[in-house]
């Protein structure tokens, strides 16, 4: 059974910096590329950032330089490092390894 434990929103003020984290669990993590995306209210799901297994990334260009997505492989874990949060950033962010969706974790950035 596949597990997705996302953690890590919250608010935050402009400027300001947050970290997700996204634990996964019954998938061959180490082999899956995993992808960041969020969702504004009233608006669509948006890729934010990916990793593939061999660590190669991907970016929105609204985060370039902004974000960091990385990986841990032997704790089945990406994480998305978001600095210079700015009020655009707010919306519910999904971690997405492979076919699979977590949650979702809130994040408000205020101005």
């Known amino acids: 059974q596949v597990q997705l434990v996302e953690s890590g929103g919250g608010l935050v003020q402009a400027g300001g910096s947050l970290r997700l984290s996204c634990v996964a669990s019954?998938?061959?993590?180490?082999?899956?590329?995993v992808g960041w995306y969020r969702q504004p209210p009233g608006k669509q799901r948006d890729m934010v950032a990916t990793?593939?297994?061999?660590?190669?990334?991907n970016y929105a260009d609204s985060v370039k330089g902004r974000f960091t997505i990385f990986r841990d492989n032997a704790k089945n874990t990406v994480y998305l490092e978001m600095n210079s949060l700015k009020p655009e950033d707010t919306a519910v962010y999904y971690c997405n390894p492979g076919a699979y969706w977590g949650q979702g974790t809130q994040v408000t950035v205020s101005s």
């Open positions: 990793i593939r297994p061999g660590g190669i990334t």
């Open positions: 019954g998938i061959l993590f180490r082999f899956t590329t």
